[in-house]
């Protein structure tokens, strides 16, 4: 983003995308209900390729729901998610085109607990992908290396520690050569000294220009890597800015309550 630009939220949809192309994520009116409950009212978020983006909020307020939309782990009922330029809708094509693209990190790993780590990481690129056995496994030797936890590849997930199968977790996705990375509170379930190991990668992948969107409550990450931060809360986006602004004056009185709360 524009350093310069004061407001970069603001702005972020109608600017051009520096590298040419479509914007990483386009996120237009999007609304979603659980049955009667609204749980995400009238969303839009542009996002620009290789910006890092955190989002916070209440428990509740609606954040893994709209990080699951937009890999389609969720439906939803109106307005319009485009990913690398191509439209979430029920064709399956499509929703197989943008899981292709979209990595996503979840908050309690979701490794396979009876296979290795290897296998994890070789899993869908065999099978999704049809690469060749060689292929992968090479291939996911080096993501577990950038992820500093190669020489455990042929144990199972049961014999790490929750901080090394987070790291795992993020190689497994990284396998699939993803463009844009989701995290959902991928540190919450950690325990505090493991914490820092994987926001170190994160911190890396952030740094060799991945499109980010991590739900976190991690504010340091946020202050050192985001681009923007967003406050979700009862389903909308409330208050948007750079991370400066954002923590020292934020404007409105659910932000600020919010934070107050957290920091
Ligand atoms: P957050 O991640 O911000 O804590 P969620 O997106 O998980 O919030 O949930 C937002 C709201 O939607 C919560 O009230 C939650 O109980 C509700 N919710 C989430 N998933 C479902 C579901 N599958 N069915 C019904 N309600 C759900
Ligand atoms: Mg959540």
Redesign the pocket.
Known sequence: MNPSNPNPAAGAAAQPNEAGGPPAIVIEKLNKW??E?H?LEDIDLTVARGERIVIC??????????I?CINRL?PHQKGRIVVNGTELTDNLKHIDQVRSDVGMVFQHFNLFPHLTVLDNCTLAPIWVRKKPRAEAEATAMKFLERVRIADQAQKYPGQLSGGQQQRVAIARALCMTPSIMLF?EPTSALDPEMVKEVLDTMIMLAGEGMTMLC?THEMGFARAVADRVIF?DR?EIVEQNAPGPFFDDPQNERTRQFLSQIL
């Open positions: 659980f049955g409950f749980v909020g209440p428990s509740g307020s609606g954040k893994s729901t709209l699951r969720e959902d739900v979700m389903g």
